[in-house]
């Protein structure tokens, strides 16, 4: 009976206590296909890989990138359309599907996006109506898909409207350098409990690219008060604190500034305004390249989407008592390469380890002038004596001081940006080395993750928490002291070896989009553009007077 009893206790263990492989692993072929280029067969491995409910807003929205890059823009619409309508319930999860999430998995939860993706699906959908636009073979058609482009504009400035009214605007975030010393105080004391790093400072608030691409898209339409409207958000964003949050240049500002400034000429602005805005907003460069646009002008647009924002890693932490100061602990485990150890001692020293001044008392209380110092390799989490005694009165105690618990917890590691020369050559007189950076989807979200960093480990503390107490309690009710001895044991590497952080997103976007804009005259071009040793070509195109073309290159490497 009592061997019957262990296989039995055994594979309920097993199965509830199993995980799966890394969101990583998954798709790791796939996204080594994508970043040489082969966008087909990136797209039939991870089609493979992402073939599951709780993936499904993934697949519609990596599949439907990659369809983009192929040049299939219908079929790219179509799944980024059902990508659209996943992200706007936000997902509701069933109490089921988030329960079994808790006990084994963070990856069996359906997947619910982030805010930059919800904005990303409608950008890309602009850029698709745009080439099917070009495609057209009648003016109705093309009229027709230029108003859907300009629909996905609008819900570009919708979500970007419900993500600011969420968060605090840059303006906002200056206004706290002068707030009064007791409201900094207690800013600064309420941290020592949710991390010193200030979340709002990394937040997604708004998105001065997207904003700008609003304006091209009014500008192509004709709507050119409108296009005026958004390039100047675009570029006010810029300046307030977009391109220094994302580390961007900062004459962003100024190629918003400017197109803004085109935009008023073309709706009849006085010329005593637009003077005052040149000698605002634009330096004499900036001046010269304005002074290049004719009434007449043709333009080339080349949005060049380079890389990839960068995957999550796991980075494992280990969780133990320390019932003499009434905490638990939380240390880095050490594994792997030695980059990736590095980057994840880093990147734990940067957001939890304890060092304030709160936590180094705690440590010092625990372990003298060494627990004080040893507080930056560690973070511990106070109790305090009421809570350890509840503990104590439903057990929960022994738990924690029998055993160490794993837990994991998602991290970027380093990054770099391309930062090669780019060279834009439209015929053998004219070429042109001014891409400018607008954006670093790359570094929004990393600091999306630094953001949601607290949130994520605390998440993983109570989820490893709750399968370390079941695979307990089971192991507890077993009165064979053999059979529990084995089963304790069995429980504990289940534990160790299934914890897991869900290291998912949209990973098949650019880590950042260069943009050159180049006034020609009307005529025939065979464009090409090269960068970092590698060359692009657009074929022949032919360039109409005040008509815009726009280029959408996908640069994977």
Known sequence: MN???????????????????????????GLSLAKQGEWKAAENNLTDALDNSQDQLLYYMEIGSLAQNQ?????????????????????????????????????????????????????????????????????????????????????????LNEIRAQTPS????????????????????????????????????????????????YEISGEYDDARISYQKAAELYQNGYAEQYNLPEVTAERAWLDAIRMMKKTGFDSAEITQAIQANLSPDMQQTLQTYQPDSAELVVLEH????????EMSLLLYAEPWAYSLVLEPLHGGGRMEDNDAFRWFTMVYADINPLNMIANY????????????????????SGIWQQLEQSNIDTLLTQQSIRVTV???????????????TVSKQIKKNDSLRMTSLADIAFQEQLANAQ???????????????????????????????????????????????????????????????????????????????????????????????????????
């Open 71 to 159: 040049g299939d823009f219908e079929r790219s619409n179509a799944l980024l359309e059902k990508a659209e309508r996943l992200s706007d319930t936000f997902l509701e999860e069933s109490l089921s599907n988030r329960t079994w999430a808790l006990i084994s998995n963070p990856r069996q939860s359906n997947y619910r996006g982030s805010g930059v993706e919800r904005v990303y699906i409608s950008y890309l959908k602009s850029l698709n109506y745009l080439a099917l636009a070009e495609q057209a073979e009648s003016l109705p058609k093309q009229r027709q898909l230029l108003d859907s482009a300009l629909v996905e504009a609008r819900r570009i400035d919708i979500k």
């Open 455 to 557: 949130r994520d480990i605390y998440e993983s503390m109570v989820r490893e928490f709750i399968r370390s107490w079941l695979a307990f309690r089971i192991t507890s009710e077993v009165k064979d002291e053999g059979a529990a001895m084995l089963l304790n044991f069995i429980g504990q590497i289940s534990v160790l070896a299934t914890s897991a952080a869900d290291t998912r997103n949209w990973l098949t976007l650019p880590a950042q989009v260069r943009l050159t804009r180049t006034p020609l005259k009307a005529g025939q071009y065979q464009p090409t553009y090269q960068t970092n040793g590698k060359d692009f070509s657009l074929g022949e195109i032919s360039l109409e007077a005040n008509k815009i073309k726009v280029w959408n290159l996908r640069n994977p490497y």
């Open 3 to 29: 061997q019957l009893l262990t296989y039995f206790v055994c594979l309920i263990i097993t199965t509830l206590l199993s995980g799966c492989a890394t969101y990583r692993d998954d798709i790791e072929v």
């Open 306 to 313: 380079q890389g990839f924002v960068p995957d999550k890693s």
């Open 410 to 424: 998602p991290y970027y590691r380093r990054f770099t940006l391309d930062q090669h020369d780019t060279h834009l």
């Open 365 to 384: 209380k625990a372990g003298g002038a060494w627990g004080a110092f040893s507080g930056v390799f560690t973070k511990r989490v106070i109790l305090g």
């Open 170 to 217: 840059y303006e906002q975030l200056d206004a706290k350098k002068d707030r009064a010393f007791y409201e900094k105080a207690i800013s600064w004391l309420s941290r020592f409990y949710t991390g010193r790093l200030d979340r709002d400072k990394f937040l997604y608030r708004d998105d001065a690219w997207a904003r700008y691409m609003e304006g091209l898209q």
